[in-house]
């Protein structure tokens, strides 16, 4: 086999197994409805395929809402691409997230800005806010070693707790909302005033070939690359572990922030005190193991988790509990972790039996 027959094998394999793993996840949620009903397995299969077809893309209002619910997935999808790349595990770009929501509602209701002038400033304000909120975890794990992952959990409740006592402080009269923030910070809803869809989908796009760049046509990306993939072989290289580490924590945040400063500066236009997580970022996990951390994947994983979001309010119209749509992306998620499970033991088994040797 020749060596370009090998990497397109090795560039498809991601692909290949990542659509094995949804069409996994479809056929376990069809038994699970095979069991709950009594239509029998043709018509039960037909009625799951039409409810997910028509919640998400059977009308042109389904499916601009599919890209609505699916333009955060592309940032948050991004932000844990990058951790991954480098070997982390950034669980608080839900908390990045909120901040990058917070940021944009309060820099959004600052009057008198020029209109273009004031959506760049949201913009750039609520990535500073993701990369710094990022950054904090990142630096005590380079500085001391502590685990990415209780201290980004840690700094998602904190960005939680913290954005809803700013939101009490500085709330419109008789809401438990920031003020709707100006008109002049608000990005264009391109298809008319009665989408929801704007220009950030367009803004995802953006980063998504951006991301890719970084990661495989720069200096920095090959290094946050190397990290990821071998850490002391990085060391050894010359490489600056502890640099990089926090370097791809913010990369990371500042995506993600971007990400909450889209969807308020595009959607929801204020901030509202928040009773648990939007999710987003807990999503965004999902949407990057489907991708296989790969940026033009999340394209297709972001609509795929989108549209399974967005579907679930009209199961529930066919007789099919919404819970399926959440099966689907459990199983999904599991049939890609066992994956990952099978290729470690595959390779400590390698090293064991060359231990032997």
């Given at each position: 086999?020749?060596?370009?027959?090998?990497?397109?094998?090795?560039?498809?394999?991601?692909?290949?197994?990542?659509?094995a793993s949804v069409i996994l996840g479809l056929l376990v949620s069809v038994v699970f409805v095979i069991l709950s009903s009594d239509l029998g397995i043709i018509n039960s299969i037909s009625?799951?395929?039409?409810?997910?077809?028509?919640?998400?893309?059977?009308?042109?209002?389904?499916?601009?809402?599919?890209?609505?619910?699916?333009?955060?997935?592309?940032?948050?999808?991004?932000?844990?691409?990058?951790?991954?790349?480098?070997?982390?595990?950034?669980?608080?770009?839900?908390?990045?997230?909120?901040?990058?929501?917070?940021?944009?509602?309060?820099?959004?209701?600052?009057?008198?800005?020029?209109?273009?002038?004031?959506?760049?400033?949201?913009?750039?304000?609520?990535?500073?806010?993701?990369?710094?909120?990022?950054?904090?975890?990142?630096?005590?794990?380079?500085?001391?070693?502590?685990?990415?992952?209780?201290?980004?959990?840690?700094?998602?409740?904190?960005?939680?707790?913290?954005?809803?006592?700013?939101?009490?402080?500085?709330?419109?009269?008789?809401?438990?909302?920031?003020?709707?923030?100006?008109?002049?910070?608000?990005?264009?809803?391109?298809?008319?005033?009665?989408?929801?869809?704007?220009?950030?989908?367009?803004?995802?796009?953006?980063?998504?070939?951006?991301?890719?760049?970084?990661?495989?046509?720069?200096?920095?990306?090959?290094?946050?690359?190397?990290?990821?993939?071998?850490?002391?072989?990085?060391?050894?290289?010359?490489?600056?572990?502890?640099?990089?580490?926090?370097?791809?924590?913010?990369?990371?945040?500042?995506?993600?922030?971007?990400?909450?400063?889209?969807?308020?500066?595009?959607?929801?236009?204020?901030?509202?005190?928040?009773?648990?997580?939007?999710?987003?970022?807990?999503?965004?996990?999902?949407?990057?193991?489907?991708?296989?951390?790969?940026?033009?994947?999340?394209?297709?994983?972001?609509?795929?988790?989108?549209?399974?979001?967005?579907?679930?309010?009209?199961?529930?119209?066919?007789?099919?509990?919404?819970?399926?749509?959440?099966?689907?992306?459990?199983?999904?998620?599991?049939?890609?972790?066992?994956?990952?499970?099978?290729?470690?033991?595959?390779?400590?088994?390698?090293?064991?039996?060359?231990?032997?040797?």
């Amino acid at each position: 086999m020749s060596q370009r027959k090998k990497i397109n094998r090795k560039a498809f394999s991601g692909v290949y197994s990542s659509m094995a793993s949804v069409i996994l996840g479809l056929l376990v949620s069809v038994v699970f409805v095979i069991l709950s009903s009594d239509l029998g397995i043709i018509n039960s299969i037909s009625l799951l395929f039409k409810s997910l077809w028509q919640g998400s893309f059977g009308s042109r209002n389904n499916l601009i809402e599919t890209l609505v619910f699916a333009t955060p997935l592309f940032f948050t999808g991004l932000a844990h691409s990058i951790a991954f790349k480098t070997g982390l595990f950034n669980i608080g770009v839900e908390g990045q997230f909120i901040i990058g929501m917070l940021t944009a509602a309060l820099v959004g209701i600052i009057p008198g800005i020029p209109p273009v002038l004031h959506v760049i400033l949201v913009l750039i304000a609520s990535g500073i806010g993701g990369a710094l909120w990022a950054a904090i975890p990142g630096y005590l794990k380079a500085k001391t070693g502590s685990n990415e992952v209780v201290n980004t959990i840690m700094m998602n409740f904190i960005a939680m707790y913290l954005s809803n006592y700013i939101v009490g402080r500085v709330k419109a009269s008789g809401t438990e909302a920031t003020p709707l923030i100006e008109n002049s910070a608000r990005l264009w809803r391109f298809l008319g005033p009665g989408y929801r869809l704007s220009i950030g989908i367009f803004l995802a796009l953006i980063f998504v070939v951006g991301v890719y760049f970084l990661l495989w046509k720069t200096t920095i990306g090959y290094e946050l690359r190397a990290v990821g993939f071998n850490i002391f072989a990085s060391e050894y290289a010359g490489i600056s572990i502890k640099k990089n580490i926090i370097l791809a924590m913010a990369i990371s945040g500042f995506i993600a922030g971007v990400g909450g400063g889209v969807h308020v500066a595009g959607v929801q236009h204020q901030v509202y005190s928040l009773f648990a997580f939007p999710g987003f970022g807990n999503d965004g996990i999902a949407v990057a193991l489907v991708a296989k951390s790969n940026p033009f994947g999340v394209i297709f994983s972001a609509i795929l988790f989108g549209a399974l979001n967005l579907s679930s309010g009209t199961l529930m119209l066919y007789g099919i509990s919404k819970s399926v749509s959440y099966l689907i992306q459990g199983t999904v998620i599991l049939f890609i972790a066992s994956e990952f499970i099978y290729r470690f033991i595959g390779i400590k088994r390698k090293k064991e039996a060359a231990g032997d040797e």
